[in-house]
Each structure stands twice: as C-alpha cells, then as structure tokens.
C-alpha cells in the first residue's frame, strides 16, 4: 500500500536554528514528490516538486532532497514566519493510484524569535 | 495569475442535507481535484476529474459526488450530510498538457453539518 510518514510531528525551533524535516515514503512507481506548507485555516501553498532520486530543489531559506526511500526538508536560519504545516505527497505512477496525491500527516514547525 | 477559488467560504448545514461546493480552476488547468481535511485525519483524495471526466475516485462512499463542467470549473455534491462529514473541503487544479503534475490548492470551503 502506498504511504508517506512524516516525522517528526511537531517541531519547535528557534530563530535561526536550522534543522530538516523527514518525509519517508513506500509508492509503487513514484510519479512525483511534493512539499506543500499550509497555514491555519488556509489551502496549502506549493513549495516543491522532485522527481528522481538525487534531485534537489531551493527556494530562500528552504532546500528539498530526495533519495529512492525519503525526501527531507532542511530550513537553514528559519525566521518566525516560516512557522507553518509542512506536508509531504507522493503521486503514483500505477494505474488506479494516478492523479491523487498521498499525503503525510504534516510537521508543524513553530519558530519563536 | 489568479489562482484556484472556491466558494462558499463556510457552509452550515444540518444532518441528512446536501452540500453543493463549487471551485474555479487556474485559467489554462483542465484537472481538477477534490479533497477533504479533517480534524487529525490529513488530506484525503476524494475526486479527481479531466475534461469534464471522472479519471479516479477516493475511498468515500457513493453520496460524494461531482461534476466538471464545459470551462473545467467543478462542482462537488454530497448528500445525506452525517457529522463525520464537517471538514475544510480543498479543491485543486493541474495543468495535465504538462508532464510536470503540480496541483495547486484554493482556500477551502469550511462545511460544518449539525
């Protein structure tokens, strides 16, 4: 069965204390992986796409890697407003399983000043 | 670019009712997806539709249902409203022309059955 576990499931750090996020995941034909960061109340903002074991990807204080079993997330320096949900997907390539992201049950991060 | 919308933004409704949701995709995207998010349970796939098709479902029973329309905005249906079924509903959209497979979410619709 597909399944992403994300870990761990709260995390508290504090301004400019880097860290990284886990996504472990089991898929059957990995179509695609996907961060997301969603705030209170509010629909998830695409952060990232990776597609291949060994792909990385930036965006400001964030970075995403992947390998054949997990994908993490490393914030370097976090700022108080990146503090957020952090959700991890997959998309499977096999028949019945196309089209739907799988999720995780999401990290929230908190970064206090 | 605008992006995905949904409306209405909450939605009250007692036991036994249908709710009607409605999403716009972002201009240019032909899929799109419905999920739900509930209290502790994450996201979970409910619909996935593509030119006005339905492509895959969701394990959700049959009273969920939806529809695509001819300018690929999208209606989700449900019906005989239980309490389990208060949640953030989330649509979604993708440009399926690309190989790329992002979807992008709206704001969520907040249903909240009584």
């Known amino acids: 069965e597909d399944q992403v576990t994300q870990s761990p499931e709260a995390l508290r750090l504090q301004e400019g204390e880097s860290s990284s996020l886990n996504c472990s995941y089991t898929?059957?034909?990995?179509?695609?992986l996907f961060w997301y960061r969603q705030d209170p109340g509010k629909g998830p903002e695409f952060l990232f796409t990776?597609?291949?074991a060994g792909e990385e990807k930036e965006k400001e204080r964030l970075k995403a890697t992947l390998t054949k079993k997990e994908s993490f997330l490393h914030i370097t320096a976090p700022k108080p407003e990146d503090s957020a949900t952090y959700l991890c997907?997959?998309?499977?390539?096999?028949?019945?399983?196309?089209?739907?992201?799988?999720f995780g049950q999401g990290t929230t991060l908190q970064v206090k000043p | 670019e605008a992006g995905v919308t949904q409306s209405p933004t909450h939605l009250i409704k007692t036991r036994g009712q249908q709710a009607t949701l409605r999403c716009s995709p972002i201009?240019?995207?032909?899929?799109v997806y419905w999920y739900q998010q509930a209290l502790g349970l994450g996201l979970q796939f409910l619909l996935w539709?593509?030119?006005?098709?339905?492509?895959n479902r969701g394990n959700f029973p049959p009273r969920f249902s939806g529809r695509q329309f001819p300018n690929y905005s999208s209606e989700l249906n449900v019906n005989a409203l239980e309490l389990e079924d208060s949640a953030l509903y989330l649509c979604?959209?993708?440009?399926?022309?690309?190989?790329?497979?992002?979807?992008?979410f709206g704001p969520g619709t907040r249903l909240t059955v009584t």
């Open positions: 898929v059957s034909g990995l179509r695609g």
């Open positions: 979604a959209s993708s440009n399926s022309l690309t190989s790329r497979w992002e979807q992008y």
């Open positions: 997907a997959v998309q499977a390539t096999v028949s019945g399983n196309t089209g739907k992201l799988i």
């Open positions: 201009s240019g995207h032909t899929s």
């Open positions: 990776l597609y291949s």
């Open positions: 539709y593509d030119e006005g098709e339905e492509r």
